[in-house]
């Protein structure tokens, strides 16, 4: 390993080396290699650049960073390692602390972007984190699916996939759902009463969790002989079992997200492959039949920036799931204001501001917009979530001087229990959605919990799912058109009480009565959309609005 490191060779293979190397001897092995090398020569560009991405693949941002600055200060210029880089500032708020060297990464990645004609992001659902248009996420998108092999040839001892007939509209649809979220997380959680309202259909779902501990949490309709793990095989083996199990329609749940496997799909177990939720964007891929989305997250004008054709839902395409999961916030509105925060560690007065997605959806164009409104309001506090906890201090001193108090304004709170997270959200007077890449669940968190959240859509998927949600409960009041709405909005909410408590009334009486949490309507029209699709497969399909009782 360590002649590996001194070799002459591209950083890029070397990587690849190491990478297959921990996948099949451990990263403990990888690791003295990597030791060995940085005391020989601690400023050796190429094991930096390992060690940087392999810690970046372990989503450990804050080890990988020393390592990327090592490398580029070392002469290190492959666009794809600066992207990863400049993502895991992102992730960390380095902008914050390291602007000028955060800046000057930026726009050297989105400008290679940009002229060069291709996309530097290694993965599609990086790109999401960044201010590029659609066509350079479709491009990533394109690139990733480019890459993507089947396993090696097919085994001679499978043999070629078989189909039942497709379903007339009175049969019963039998959905295959992959998913890497069988457990208690933003997705898993979102989906948990969902499935068991598909009343005309049989659903399989094909788990690839890779902890043994997240599959405690059940989802409600799908019996354990309806669960078939995928976790460990290999593309041909997971298609084997989807075909064998005679799905019509594979939902895929995962895209380019984290524990992607799209090769799955390209081997075509199914009748149509649809994907849906965890990526909000396109797949890109030539083997997706249809993305299911809704008319506000993607706009017909916008189609062409999708690959796959397009299952518009009637009400919005990210179901939730919070009225049958109990979470109800209404009880503690009567509780005082000052009591509940008091309860839950909050400052017990003044303007609570909250933001509860990943701090890497903070840009420093919308921190700015929040603290020159904080500045307005010395009373006034910013609640954010503490993932990563470096993220906070990162942003505490980067409000140090932009408004009074600074970085003491700002709390950071880790992740709240299942059982208390709404009714604590529910503390908050307003949500501050992020703009290139806006809350999604957490979103219909402070929604369901009545608080008005304030958001800005843009032309992508990924920041207008809030605006999905909004558009759907009929409480609009706080979209805004571009960064100075936006702004004014917030302002205008910050300075009247009244205005706030108009919305939370909107938002208590819509989210009990409309469709957004309603997850019996919602599957309802899925299981219409579905057999639609199976028979219009060279067409978009769009689902009339019909209120299933």
Same mark, same amino acid.
């Given at each position: ?490 302002? #205008?909410? $910050?300075?009247? @009480? /009244?205005?706030? %408590? =108009? ?9 009990? *009565? ?8 919602? #599957?309802? $029209?899925?299981? @219409? /959309?579905?057999? %639609? =699709? ?9 689902? *009339? ?5």
């Amino acid at each position: 390993m360590m002649a590996i490191l001194q070799a002459p060779l591209d950083p890029l293979t070397v990587y690849s080396v190491f990478f297959q190397f921990a996948k099949e001897h451990g990263a403990v092995t990888v690791s003295r290699a990597l030791q060995e090398s940085f005391s020989s020569n601690p400023k050796n560009p190429t094991t930096s650049f390992v060690a940087a991405e392999l810690l970046r693949n372990g989503l450990q941002c804050e080890q990988a960073m020393p390592h990327y600055f090592n490398a580029i200060n070392a002469g290190m210029q492959q666009p794809q390692f600066m992207a990863n880089a400049l993502f895991c500032m992102q992730e960390l708020c380095l902008w914050a602390s390291h602007n000028q060297a955060y800046s000057k990464l930026h726009e050297r990645v989105l400008n290679a972007t940009i002229e060069g004609g291709n996309t530097i992001f290694q993965s599609p659902h990086q790109a999401l984190f960044f201010d590029v248009d659609n066509q350079a996420v479709l491009d990533a998108a394109h690139a990733a699916c480019s890459t993507i092999e089947n396993e090696g040839q097919k085994p001679t001892a499978i043999p070629d996939f078989k189909f039942t007939s497709i379903p007339k509209v009175t049969d019963q649809l039998h959905i295959g759902v992959f998913t890497t979220d069988f457990g208690p997380t933003a997705v898993g959680s979102a989906v948990q009463y969902v499935f068991q309202h598909f009343r005309d259909s049989r659903i399989t779902v094909f788990d690839d969790t890779a902890k043994k501990n997240a599959r405690a949490q059940a989802w409600a309709g799908v019996r354990d002989s309806s669960k078939i793990s995928i976790s460990g095989t290999t593309e041909w083996q997971a298609a084997s079992a989807i075909n064998r199990a005679q799905v019509h329609v594979l939902l895929d749940m995962v895209g380019h997200a984290q524990g992607s496997r799209l090769g799955l799909s390209k081997l075509k177990p199914a009748k149509i492959n649809v994907f849906w939720l965890a990526h909000a964007s396109t797949t890109g891929a030539d083997w997706m039949h249809y993305a299911l989305v809704d008319k506000i997250a993607v706009p017909p004008e916008y189609s062409h920036t999708f690959h796959e054709r397009l299952i518009l839902h009637p009400s919005s395409y990210h179901v939730l799931s919070h009225a049958e999961r109990q979470l109800n916030p209404h009880s503690s509105y009567s509780e005082a204001l000052d009591t509940k925060r008091t309860r839950f560690g909050m400052p017990p007065s003044g303007l609570l501001l909250a933001n509860f997605g990943r701090l890497s959806r903070i840009s420093h164009d919308v921190f700015e917009a929040w603290m020159r409104v904080m500045s307005k309001f010395d009373s006034s506090t910013l609640w954010l979530s503490a993932r990563p906890k470096t993220g906070v201090v990162n942003l505490r001193k980067f409000a140090n001087g932009k408004i009074r108090g600074g970085g003491d304004r700002i709390i950071g709170t880790e992740k709240h229990p299942e059982s208390d997270h709404i009714a604590i959200k529910s503390a908050a007077d307003i949500a501050l959605d992020t703009w290139v890449h806006s809350m999604h669940s957490t979103a219909g968190d402070a929604l369901w919990a009545g608080v008005p959240t304030v958001s800005r859509p843009g032309e992508r998927m990924v920041s207008r799912v809030p605006a999905s949600m909004m558009s759907d409960l009929g409480c609009t009041q706080t979209l805004s058109r571009n960064s100075m709405d936006y702004e004014e909005i917030l302002l #205008a909410l $910050a300075k009247d @009480r /009244s205005k706030r %408590m =108009a919305i939370r009334r909107c938002l208590e009486k819509k989210a009990e *009565a409309g469709t957004l949490f309603d997850p019996k309507y919602w #599957a309802g $029209a899925t299981q @219409r /959309s579905f057999k %639609m =699709a199976l028979e219009a497969r060279a067409m978009h399909v769009v689902v *009339a609005n019909r209120k299933m009782n």
